[in-house]
């Protein structure tokens, strides 16, 4: 198996000269990986306990439609603004660090959020949990790619890519349960309890103790300024970023509204919706893997993305329109949220290929967590502002070309920016 060597830099203070002390990764470390994704999923768990419980929370405490699609987004809010930052600061700490204070943050937030007693404090609960997503989607990757072998780091992070949807299944498919027993608050305890189990044995998992031969972190480094500025310099990452954004806007968009929609067009049961959307968004994760298996067969990175926003063009259009009869719509929205999980794989992969170099990845994988965050934030109140202004959920089906359209004009920017780099 090959080596992959990473650098540390120690500094003695004074300005001495650094000292480069390398270390080879011999072998994967698979739970290192498995951490990070549970990590991840706990991000998923939040961000799904929202769509099944949207109706009662609205009903509490009388929200209307725009505002409930806040409730589901404004999670997003602080890694739409602070991504790039966030990333420079988990240079900074240490991405373990950056990693267990995300973690600590979520459980904490969704803990005081069960007790929220209006919607405006609830709203600004989601925004403080948002600061665990912002953390977690930075340092987990940069773990993962630092317990990685490079045959084995498109793999590894293809993996993790998958977290937000196997997360949100996770609590859709739980929902049906949990609500009727325990209500949302109840749910969100539940939530919040889990997270601290994982932030615990992500605490032990990621210790010098256990994970000796990972890479250390530089002691009395300066910041590196011009390090940032070469990273928020590189074109391509911003490219990656939005193909990120437009991605997001619309599936973060139908995967919140799903329920909704179907119980609103189609009739169905409560329990029937949460079920059909919770395995609408579970097959995103088939997606991810198989964008992840695709990377480590060669399959470059920009056909990955203008194939994902091909996808997304042909089935959003029919799942909102009126040409399809309901009995397709499902199906549809299988192959929608399957084949549009292809992105996420390429842009974390794009970002670990493009940092300026190993110690700036957090900053690169920030700024694609900014796209990310940045279509989430603005998914699902858009949509429902959209078929608010225009009477219905079928006369919105042309919107699901706008955001592919423009996404297949940065597939060809990539492309042209890889082939330059090749």
């Not at 698979?30 to 009662?56: R, T």
């Not at 309890?193 to 000796?212: D, E, H, I, M, Q």
């Not at 437009?246 to 119980?263: E, G, K, M």
């Not at 608010?388 to 423009?406: E, F, K």
Request: aromatic share 8%.
């Amino acid at each position: 198996m090959n080596r992959i060597l990473r650098s540390s830099v120690t500094e003695a203070g004074g300005g001495a000269a650094a000292i480069k002390v390398q270390v080879a990764v011999k072998r994967t470390r698979w739970d290192v990986v498995a951490l990070g994704i549970a990590a991840g999923v706990m991000i998923g768990v939040a961000v799904g306990k929202v769509p099944p419980a949207i109706g009662l929370i609205s009903d509490e405490f009388t929200l209307d439609r725009v505002t409930a699609g806040w409730l589901a987004s404004i999670f997003f809010a602080f890694g739409a603004v602070m991504g790039a930052l966030t990333g420079f600061a988990g240079g900074r700490i240490g991405e373990r660090m950056l990693l267990l204070a995300g973690l600590a943050v979520l459980a904490i937030g969704g803990a005081i959020g069960a007790a929220s007693g209006s919607g405006g404090m609830l709203l600004a609960l989601r925004v403080i949990e948002g600061f665990g997503f912002a953390a977690i989607a930075v340092a987990a990757p940069k773990l993962t790619v630092d317990a990685a072998t490079e045959e084995d780091r498109d793999l590894a992070l293809g993996i993790w890519s998958a977290y937000m949807p196997a997360g949100m299944a996770l609590s859709m498919v739980l929902a049906p349960a949990l609500l009727p027993a325990i209500g949302w608050r109840g749910m969100w305890l539940v939530g919040a309890a889990a997270t601290v189990a994982v932030a615990v044995l992500a605490f032990a998992g990621t210790s010098r103790r256990r994970w000796p031969d990972q890479p250390a972190r530089a002691a009395n480094a300066p910041l590196d300024w011009a390090g940032a500025r070469a990273t928020v310099s590189r074109t391509v990452l911003w490219l990656y970023a939005g193909s990120f954004v437009l991605f997001t806007v619309q599936w973060f968009a139908i995967a919140a509204w799903l329920p909704t929609f179907l119980t609103e067009t189609q009739g169905r049961s409560g329990l029937a919706a949460a079920l059909f959307s919770a395995l609408v968004v579970a097959v995103n994760v088939v997606g991810n893997v198989a964008g992840a298996w695709l990377l480590h067969r060669g399959v470059p990175r920009w056909l990955l993305i203008a194939a994902v926003m091909i996808i997304m063009a042909v089935t959003g259009a029919l799942i909102l329109g009126s040409f399809m009869p309901d009995d397709g719509k499902i199906p549809l929205a299988i192959i929608f949220s399957a084949g549009s999980g292809l992105l996420p794989a390429a842009a974390f992969s794009g970002a670990a290929v493009h940092a300026p170099k190993a110690s700036l990845m957090a900053m690169a994988n920030g700024i694609i967590l900014q796209g990310a965050a940045v279509g989430m934030l603005a998914g699902p109140p858009l949509l429902a502002a959209v078929v608010g202004g225009l009477g219905s959920w079928a006369d919105a089906w042309w919107t699901m070309l706008v955001c592919p359209a423009i996404g297949l004009g940065l597939a060809a920017g990539i492309y042209a920016r890889e082939r330059k780099r090749a």
